[in-house]
């Protein structure tokens, strides 16, 4: 089951497209957008991450930071934030930990592919309180990203 707002958000510690680890409690006293999305490179994962790149002025004026997270392996994530010019760390979640501590998990996904995070956003607030959740179970659909802004305001 996925989390839900109110709840306290699962910790995690995960290497970063840097290769540094993050723990979201390095983030306590801020609001914190967890973008979760299956796999690199492919395109709705392309258009959820850009529209974030696109947007990231208006977080970066909330005190908010954004986090993308997926199961691929950090050297994977540092080249897809190289050719998109993300401005904000992709985590990977390859020992998957993370994803399925927060519901957003596909057990089988696409070509038998096992254990891949499903697209899903969470907002985090200043106490590390879920505020906002979304789970998509198609991954060709988008987050809400206007909700997640109000959220984030």
């Known amino acids: 089951m996925s989390i839900q707002p109110g709840q306290p958000a699962p910790q995690f510690t995960l290497v970063s ?3 540094k680890e993050v723990s979201l409690a390095d ?19 392309t258009t959820q991450l850009c529209t974030m790149r696109d947007s990231f002025g208006y977080y970066d004026g909330l005190n908010a930071q954004i986090l993308g997270i997926s ?14 010019n ?10 998957k930990t993370a994803s399925p501590a927060y519901g957003a998990w596909y057990e089988e996904f696409a070509l038998g592919l096992k254990g891949v995070s499903k ?10 309180k879920v505020i906002y959740a979304e789970v998509l179970d198609v991954a060709t659909d988008l987050p809400d990203f206007d909700a997640i802004a109000a959220a984030v305001k």
């Open 119 to 128: 697209r899903a956003a969470f907002v985090i607030d200043e106490e590390q």
């Open 27 to 45: 983030f306590k006293g801020k609001k914190v957008v967890l973008h979760f999305f299956p796999m690199a490179f492919t395109g709705t994962c």
């Open 86 to 95: 993300y401005q904000f760390p992709l985590l990977s979640d390859f020992n």
């Open 17 to 19: 497209s840097e290769f």
């Open 71 to 84: 199961v691929d392996s950090p050297f994977t994530l540092k080249k897809f934030k190289e050719e998109y």
